[in-house]
């Protein structure tokens, strides 16, 4: 099932469970929901994140030493589900996932409570066994999809991706970046011609500007090494200040999507 982003664009907030700990997280989780996030990426922090920048490298390494597990973040997210309807997704390297075994990872996902699950490093054309699992337990599943992908590459994307499409504005890693390239936006174009679903723009959103630049062409706007760095500046108020750095970006939103 997609997704449904009620305003445009929506806010979908990624944080590295554990960073600093699991109870600061949680915290944290329910006051950007509070503050106008829709859509939680809940982290799990890996010990070689090659897809991310040194922010969310820093946030992994400090959630490593804690002992956080994939196993803990499942239970974060039992827990946050207690109190909230918001959209939770957990945000995974495949190791971790291996480690615990698909069908483990997709019963207890589906469990807690979960709406699915991104994994950055999982292929699209090595995806058959996990998308079985997945759909078995009604699970999304988010893919990836890079500028740099051929139409034909894309179109298996929007084929295989449920809930939402997530539009990498630019190749390279995660961390905030002053300016947003072109390249977004012409991605998103070319995802169009094969899909309805909702997409997601994310790498690099760090302002207001930025994010509702991305409401002009996309549904929503991920943003996650901004709000990591929010967490790592702000030690014994993590929560007032991420509550309080999203209400500034969206509070700004261009407008509501119409019913």
Known sequence: MPFHFDRRPSLVAYLTCGDPD???TREVALAAIAAGAEILELGVPFSD???????????????????????????????????????????????????MGLQRFAEEAAS??????????LPVEESDEYLRV???????????????????????????????IYAISRTGITGARKDLTDDAQQLVKRL????????????GISSA???????????????????????????????QAVAEW?????????????P
Do not use: C
């Open 22 to 24: 699991l109870r600061t």
């Open 49 to 99: 994140p090659v897809a991310d920048g040194p922010v969310i490298q820093r946030a992994s390494e400090r959630a490593l030493r804690n002992g956080i597990s994939l196993e803990q973040v499942l239970g974060l997210a039992k827990d946050i589900r207690k109190t909230t309807d918001a959209g939770l997704i957990v945000f995974s390297y495949l190791n971790p996932i291996m480690r």
């Open 112 to 121: 807690a409570g979960v709406d699915g699950a991104l994994v950055t490093d």
């Open 134 to 164: 997945m759909r078995k337990q009604n699970l999304a599943t988010v893919f990836l999809a890079a500028p740099t992908s051929t139409d034909q590459r894309l179109k298996r994307i929007a084929e295989t991706s449920t809930g939402f």
């Open 192 to 203: 169009r011609k094969f899909t309805d679903l909702p997409i997601a723009v994310g790498f």
């Open 209 to 239: 500007e930025q994010f509702n630049a991305v409401g002009k062409f996309a549904d929503a706007a991920v943003v996650g090494s901004a709000i990591v760095h929010t967490i790592e500046q702000n030690p014994g108020k993590e929560p």
């Open 246 to 258: 999203i209400k500034q970006v969206v509070g700004f939103r261009s407008s509501a999507v119409s």
